[in-house]
């Protein structure tokens, strides 16, 4: 039955409209409507995304409008459509949706801070969509969906219709239009849920920075006793995650937030983490937030209706997403004070990197725009070795302008706030990998526990001379031959190599940005 609600202002004429339907409604839509659907015996849904099981970067396009365009990064993250394109892909969309029985929409905010929070409608033709949107989002009160009105910013998801490849501009079948002068975003041709999720972010990236709101690829949390906040910026394979799930402190979130003049805020209402292999032993939050009211996306579902979290035959990016108020520590409403700590992990696979260094604000700019990790890739002999990562401020395929500006107003938070910047290492010590062996996770939890106490802030360093940071050589619970990353390899020449030839590959990947960062910024990298 429909709610009496309509999309006729959206060109949308179907007559079963469902708007903010409760998590039940939409498992029941799910099950009845959603061949696909199923029920996991730990009580989330399941759901499939079909063929795209991950995000399509490839298939971003950007509306190329005055208003704009001067302000956007353009290039292969950002790749220009022109406004009628956008026009004919819209209508595309709309025309499908029309086509069926029922649609759904949810209506919620991004950004907890109500003065910088905007609002976002979503429509869909799939519960699961909604759910998982429901979930994203945040939620708002039934006095505030009364009084919502009209949304800041529209998704059309029409994933299940493939875009037309002979429409100019298309590269395939798959594309996600965002139009930030309409305040709509349009998918076709992929029915992964995350594409809205990172669509929204996409356009606080554009607002943040443009009202002077530094927006953040980050997790965050807080101290229980001061309210004074920390960042753990990190790529995936750093420990981001692990690391934020911190009992002693307050979670604000794992992904999205925004530093204000008046402190930070988490974008979003709830969690979107990876559940491959995931476990009650490894990851026991997690684990117990996916129940009632979570999905779970792409996991293979036994006959018995348990989840295989190893089973990885349909894809290695299997997705569990829940509320954040599923999380014991979380603190709602997700916002805090002013971060005393930026910290920048990274998962040095070539055993160089210390476990923690401090940064002087340029460097901080440096490292920041670089985005570095390293991963480990396999060869056909079964030989691993690892390769070089570098995502810009750590989120690259989400920046709307040059990285240089996220840069420079992370520095003017860092300075005005006198927030201390650290390097943490989570990957190799003793050799690069397949020599030496990945930093112990308690050595890296009494890294941060002495960050967030300030023991930090005064402890004995020494200057790197290839990369130029001050050093931490002493930390309690840190046995001290580990933290000078030297000392720890048999052969301390073959480091210095290892050394000059990491630094190079920071300097050549910055060789992209240089045009359009300081001179400052330029000169705070290493030296080859």
Known sequence: MSSGFHLEDYQLTVSEVHRNLHPSALYEHAIHYDNRAVIADNGALVA???????RSPRDKRVVKHPGSEHDVWWGTVNIPLEPHTFAINRERARDYLNTRERLYCFDGFAGWDPKYRIKVRVICSRPYHALFMHTMLIRPTREELATFGKPDFVIYNAGSFPANQLTAGMGSKTSIDLSFEDG?????????????????????????????????HCAATCSRETGHSSLLFGLSGTGKTTLSADPKRFLIGDDEHCWSDDGIFNIEGGCYAKAINLTAESEPDIYRALRFGAILENVVVQEDHRVDFTDASITENTR???PIESIPNARVPCVAGHPTDVVFLTCDAFGILPPVASLTPAQ??????????????????GVKEPSATFSPCFGGPFLVWHPSKYAELLADRIRQHNARVWLVNTGWTGGAYGEGHRLKLRH????????????????????????????????????QEVLWP???????????????KLAGLFIANFDKYSAGASDEIRGAGPIA
């Open 320 to 322: 569990g997403a829940y």
């Open 444 to 479: 890296t939890r009494s890294i941060l526990d002495a960050i967030h106490s300030g023991e930090l802030a005064t402890a004995s360093r020494q200057r790197d001379p290839v990369f130029g940071f001050d050093v931490i050589t002493e930390c309690p619970a840190v046995p």
């Open 48 to 54: 499939y995304s079909g063929s795209k099981t991950g």
């Open 184 to 216: 709509e975003l349009v998918i076709l041709g992929t029915e992964y849920a995350g594409e809205m999720k990172k669509g929204v972010f996409t356009v606080m990236n554009y607002l943040g920075p443009k009202g002077g709101v530094l927006s953040m």
């Open 486 to 500: 030297r000392n720890s390899w048999s052969d301390p020449k073959e480091y210095d190599q290892a050394a000059r």
């Open 364 to 381: 901080a700019m440096y490292h920041f725009i670089s985005g570095y990790t390293a991963k480990v890739a396999g060869t056909e002999e």
